[in-house]
């Protein structure tokens, strides 16, 4: 059941003779004004309105949280932006930071709020279990943790039945790896270049995107294989990959052999041939890679892939941490796309809408092997108030009818930004599915070389700026990452546009001079 303030979606603008706009919220909705971003006339697309007035932030001031996070936090910079965003409040699609400006989420917290930031119903199901029972671990049986473990597997084709409740997709995919190695009872893992399955010791090795490459020896065992990377990689054209949106490299395909498809399952084959043992314990992979910059392969080469990997004793694992839970419109798991059925699931982020939640989920057989060698427990993994969120999330996903807005406005999206990379140069690839796109950034469309981070980031901090906040991917950061919370709709994906394009003509103006 659709609820109803999400129908609340239209706008309400006041223009000034300066040309300098204000946002004005209805006064039935009892919201308070909302400060936007002073820009020029042309830059300055107008921001929807918002039925939600934040609280007014009375925590500690922004220059005490610096020194905080200088003195007593990691000091790996990780932080967007050159003055870091103090968020204060969320309510669907938006965020609030401390000074009151108000922000479309268009990063979802690293593709992680699935149906939008404390979803009433959520919150609500959340605050009731907090009320009852907190915490106590799977050695005691309790009601949220099975009824969450019957909804999920009647989400997943058989014999994917077997659940396994964790907190991390990082701890997920460590699992899938014991799990692969005890069933098999070999040792080599294989996972593509630029794929990122976590940053734990044992994940590490999986993980092939440089910046998360550490010189501590750690995730033996691991070999990497040629990503069929159809924008980047050596082969690939306008009709090899599954999307709305094509890329503008001629194909050489015929339409019922896709040629790049062939030519990197031979790169695959070759290392199977040269990097691995005769028998391997698996194969990771994401269904779309989204750390890498939503990196898309040629259609049906997953399925020769994963068929490939059962000939050498090998499992498969699709890794849904980001591509799961409907967020690619067409189908609820990103695996089903490529129609393949792999042995082993991982996903994480969106099974919680942020709350810290994941799980593996695989075949009674693979899951018997597991506990023959490894007495597996997880203290948090399947708590109460995990699973009570976990099931809201996958209600409100029903409910709301969340897929199919993926899919419809993912679309709408996908096409709508296409449109940029035929007026930019810099703009080399639009690329996804559903709610979970990719821009990348290069120095003109014949190289492809990367366009500079430091241009990058500054389109970056001119979207910021104008009220939308987009994520970064790609070895060289040069890909803007966009996977909004699927409870967005058409008018801000027009906003979002819009100012992605005012951004990109500010940066063409920066240049020329």
């Given at each position: 059941m659709a609820l109803a303030w999400r129908n609340v979606r239209k706008a309400f603008y006041m223009e000034t003779s300066l040309g300098i706009l204000h946002?004005?919220?209805?006064?039935?909705?009892?919201?308070?004004w909302i400060s936007v971003p002073r820009l020029t006339l042309h830059t300055k697309p107008s921001m929807p309105s918002c039925d939600f007035s934040p609280e007014r932030y009375q925590s500690l001031p922004y220059s005490r949280?610096?020194?905080?996070?200088?003195?007593?936090?990691?000091?790996?910079?990780?932080?967007?932006?050159?003055?870091?965003?103090?968020?204060?409040?969320?309510?669907?699609?938006?965020?609030?930071?401390?000074?009151?400006?108000?922000?479309?989420?268009f990063f979802s917290g690293i593709v992680t709020v699935s149906v939008g930031h404390c979803h009433p119903k959520v919150t609500a199901v959340a605050q009731k279990q907090m009320d009852r029972l907190w915490h106590t671990s799977s050695v005691f049986?309790?009601?949220?943790?099975?009824e969450y473990a019957d909804k999920l597997s009647a989400l997943l084709p058989e014999p994917l039945k077997v659940i396994f409740l964790v907190n991390s997709g990082s701890e997920a995919n460590d699992l899938a790896m014991m799990m692969a190695r005890a069933y098999s009872n070999h040792t080599d893992i294989i996972s593509f270049r630029g794929a990122y399955h976590g940053c734990s010791p044992y994940t590490l090795g999986l993980t092939n995107v440089g910046i998360y490459k550490t010189q501590l020896p750690s995730g033996m065992g691991c070999q990497s294989t040629?990503?069929?990377?159809?924008?980047?990689?050596?082969?690939?054209?306008?009709?090899?990959?599954?999307?709305?949106?094509?890329?503008?490299?001629?194909?050489?395909?015929?339409?019922?052999?896709?040629?790049?498809?062939?030519?990197?399952?031979?790169?695959?084959?070759?290392?199977?041939?040269?990097?691995?043992?005769?028998?391997?314990?698996?194969?990771?992979?994401?269904?779309?890679?989204?750390?890498?910059?939503?990196?898309?392969?040629?259609?049906?080469?997953?399925?020769?892939?994963?068929?490939?990997?059962?000939e050498r004793g090998g499992v498969c694992i699709a890794d849904e941490v980001q591509t799961g839970f409907g967020r690619l419109g067409s189908h609820f798991w990103g695996f089903q796309s490529h129609d393949v059925l792999p042995d082993i699931v991982t996903m994480a982020k969106g099974i919680g809408n942020g709350f810290p939640m994941a799980a593996v989920v695989t075949t009674p057989e693979i899951a018997k092997s597991l506990a023959k060698c490894l007495h597996h427990f997880s203290t948090f993994g399947g708590n109460p108030l995990a699973c009570a969120i976990g099931s809201a999330v996958l209600e409100v996903i029903k409910e709301e009818n969340l897929q199919k807005n993926s899919q419809e406005v993912g679309t709408y999206m996908l096409l709508k930004f296409a449109k940029l990379r035929d007026e930019f140069d810099i703009i080399g690839d639009v690329r996804g599915k559903g709610l979970m796109m990719g821009i990348e950034m290069v120095q003109d469309k014949m190289s492809r070389q990367p366009l500079p981070k430091t241009e990058v980031n500054q389109i970056h901090e001119d979207c910021k700026d104008m009220g939308l906040l987009v994520g970064r991917g790609g070895n060289f950061s040069q890909t803007f990452r966009i996977a909004p919370p699927m409870c967005i709709t058409k008018l801000e994906v027009d906003f979002a546009f819009e100012v992605f394009r005012a951004a990109l003509i500010q940066h063409m103006e920066r240049r020329a001079k």
């Open positions: 946002l004005c919220p209805p006064s039935s909705l009892g919201a308070s949280v610096l020194e905080i996070h200088k003195e007593n936090l990691s000091p790996v910079q990780t932080a967007y932006f050159q003055k870091p965003l103090l968020l204060h409040q969320g309510h669907m699609e938006w965020l609030f930071d401390s000074e009151g400006n108000r922000y479309l989420d049986f309790h009601p949220s943790m099975h040629m990503c069929p990377d159809i924008f980047r990689g050596p082969w690939g054209g306008s009709y090899c990959r599954d999307s709305p949106v094509q890329t503008v490299r001629k194909c050489s395909c015929s339409p019922d052999c896709c040629q790049a498809k062939e030519q990197y399952i031979e790169q695959f084959k070759e290392t199977l041939n040269t990097s691995v043992a005769k028998s391997i314990a698996g194969f990771f992979a994401e269904p779309i890679q989204g750390v890498n910059g939503v990196v898309q392969y040629p259609k049906e080469f997953l399925k020769e892939a994963f068929a490939l990997v059962r």
